[in-house]
């Protein structure tokens, strides 16, 4: 072990010197999940600033990149640190409210946001950045507009104030709760792909799934879906999974563009699936108020109706295609070791609900399963201890994917500072109301509009957070509840990352599906329609959420008939032709109309799609019903 170690460091040196930085980051995301927060100050500031410096040595100590490149992200280096240091000098003197900022606070704070901006363009994209630019421009110019978008008007030291030396900006409470919560599920997930969990999670997919034509895209949905509820990106389930995934489904017969199309939805909906759901669902508890626990409750079968769909569609592909199953002979087995690794799957996710049920936080939840997690997986295989670099994988993963989630919620800070310093929200849902007036539905379209136009190129954490603030409060005083309004938003968040023309997930499987990025991205959206749909039928029908106030038997199995109707018809234009597709399309599509008449003559078509495809041979689902094991 220690020559193995010794060989490690040897080849590795730009990373064993970055080894304390990383151990840090880890460290003190692992101390807070498990003792709290010793002081919220030094823990905002200090993990944000923690966060840049590992992004940009990591940035900097990457094989092939220019000197000059180098010598930016140190200058960047220094001056995010100098601004935290100010930050802390300026932080206290204001405290006594009668300081006014200095010539060198101004200069410090806008070092700390260009390297701010500089880490959103690199590591988010320019949508994200852009939109802050705006955000800070409207602070500062926004008296100068007319009517009702003009405000009182901010000066640059009274925008730096808020924006950066105070904890309603960049350390808001948002990064108070990635800090105190969120992260300590970044490293596990980091942790259960250092373990190889997720190929015993694929392996474990094709399994269950080897009855099924087009068991192989299956068995991606499943295993997807599974991890991806961790991952928290869609992008990195894509990357992950998708190098083992797409080859398969395209060899057992489906085109590359289906096969990008099938991980890119699949890996997008595992944030929507409890219990983890990526991050959001902690966010949203801390922005509704509502508990953990309840979200996941309220998210379980909006979540299971989303692949429930992707099953049927892939069923309907493969009859239309003529695939046939694979069964047992052509499923590789799992193996004892692999079997013995599923714990450490099983068991700490087991244990995260059972803790969150006796009234456990969501840090202790996540504290206790990492641990479980590493110690199952050191006593499966022991020889993992004589990995140097596979153990420094984790470490540093989980702390370039921890410091990545930093900057897009610090990022996010700085509109939701600029919204509430200039009632910016207020003024949006006013306008909103003025163009939908008391229609639900056309308030619900421009609520989904601005979801896809500003999740584009998002993760889907900031992107829920701008678009809740700015037009969550016009849907909810049309009546609807608020944890309908908040998973409405973040269906829409999570599907713009396969929604064209910037359909981040799409993208990110075209290159290894080897097809067209556009196609993948357009397939992925048909594939994903049924996701569209979800949100409205759960607004209309809030029964379905389970934890609302108006819950009643009637309403959930109102709900669930009409979007298992939708899936069906859905499923059934897809393997039609002509006007028959056009018909069995729009019946989805109404089938979940808030009108009664409209909703009993989309369902009168389902008994016709029944007989059609059954005497056909490719009814969508029905290989549902087979035996799995």
């Not at 849907?475 to 938003?489: M, R």
């Amino acid at each position: 072990m220690l020559s193995n170690s010794i060989a490690w460091a040897k080849a590795h040196p730009a990373q064993l010197l970055g080894a304390p930085l990383f151990l840090v980051m880890v460290a003190s995301i692992f101390y807070t999940a498990g003792w709290g927060i010793f002081d919220d100050t030094i823990l905002r500031v200090g993990t944000f600033t923690l966060s840049c410096v590992v992004l940009l040595y990591a940035s900097m100590t990457r094989q092939g990149r220019a000197w000059w490149h180098r010598l930016i992200d140190l200058g960047l280096i220094v001056a995010v640190l100098a601004a935290a240091y100010r930050y802390f000098w300026v932080a206290e003197e204001l405290e006594t409210g009668l300081y006014e900022l200095e010539q060198t606070d101004v200069l410090m704070a806008l070092a700390g946001l260009a390297v701010l901006a500089e880490l959103m363009r690199r590591m988010i994209g320019l949508t994200l950045l852009i939109v802050c630019s705006l955000a800070l421009g409207y602070a500062l110019f926004g008296r100068e507009l007319p009517g009702a978008l003009s405000h009182a008007g901010m000066d640059l030291e009274q925008m730096l104030t808020t924006v950066w030396y105070s904890f309603d900006g960049v350390f808001g409470s948002t990064l108070g709760v990635v800090t105190s919560t969120i992260l300590i599920f970044i490293l596990f997930g980091a942790l259960l792909d250092a373990l190889g969990v997720g190929v015993v999670l694929l392996k474990l997919s094709f399994r269950l799934t080897r009855r099924l034509p087009g068991g192989d895209a299956h068995a991606a949905v499943l295993a997807s879906g599974l991890f991806g509820t961790i991952s928290g990106s869609s992008v990195a389930n894509v990357v992950g999974t998708g190098v083992i995934t797409i080859p398969m489904i395209k060899k057992s017969g489906f085109p590359g563009r289906f096969a990008g199309a099938v991980e890119a939805a699949a890996s997008s909906g595992g944030q929507l699936m409890p219990p983890i759901m990526g991050a959001v669902a902690f966010i949203m508890a801390d922005v509704t108020g509502i508990t953990y626990l309840n979200i996941t409750l309220a998210a379980l079968i909006p979540a299971i109706f989303y692949y429930a769909s992707l099953f049927t569609f892939i069923s309907t592909e493969a009859k239309r295609l003529g695939m046939k199953a694979q069964g047992k002979e052509a499923v590789e087995p799992l193996t004892r070791l692999e079997k013995l690794k599923g714990l450490a799957f099983v068991v700490p996710l087991g244990l995260i609900i059972v803790l969150m049920i006796q009234g456990s936080s969501p840090a202790q939840a996540g504290f206790w399963a990492l641990i479980t997690a590493a110690v199952l997986g050191v006593a499966v295989d022991p020889g993992l201890l004589k990995k140097p670099s596979q153990l420094w994988h984790m470490v540093s993963s989980g702390a370039k994917s921890a410091s990545t989630i930093m900057v897009a919620v610090a990022a996010v800070g700085i509109i939701i500072a600029v919204m509430n310093a200039t009632g910016l929200g207020l003024r949006f849902s006013e306008v909103i109301q003025l163009v939908a007036g008391d229609s639900l539905f056309v308030s619900l379209l421009l609520m989904a509009g601005g979801c896809l136009v500003l999740g584009m190129g998002m993760p889907t954490v900031p992107a829920y957070l701008v678009i809740i603030l700015v037009m969550g409060p016009a849907v909810q005083s049309l009546g609807v509840e608020l944890i309908a309004a908040h998973l409405f938003v973040v269906y829409y968040a999570v599907l713009s990352a396969v929604t064209p023309p910037v359909a981040l997930a799409a993208f990110a499987a075209a290159p290894i599906a080897q097809a067209n990025p556009l196609r993948v991205s357009v397939t992925s959206l048909r594939l994903a329609v049924i996701g569209f749909l979800i949100p409205f039928a759960f607004v209309y029908q809030p029964s379905m959420l389970l934890i609302n106030d108006s819950f009643s038997w009637f309403g959930l199995i109102t709900a669930v008939v009409t979007t298992t109707a939708a899936i069906m018809l859905v499923a059934g234009a897809f393997s039609a032709k002509g006007f028959k597709r056009a018909l069995y399309l729009a019946a989805g599509f109404a089938v979940i109309s808030p009108l009664w008449w409209v909703q009993l003559l989309a369902l009168a078509l389902v008994p016709v799609l029944l007989f059609e495809q059954s005497r056909r041979g490719t009814l969508p689902g029905r290989h549902f019903f087979c035996k799995q094991l």
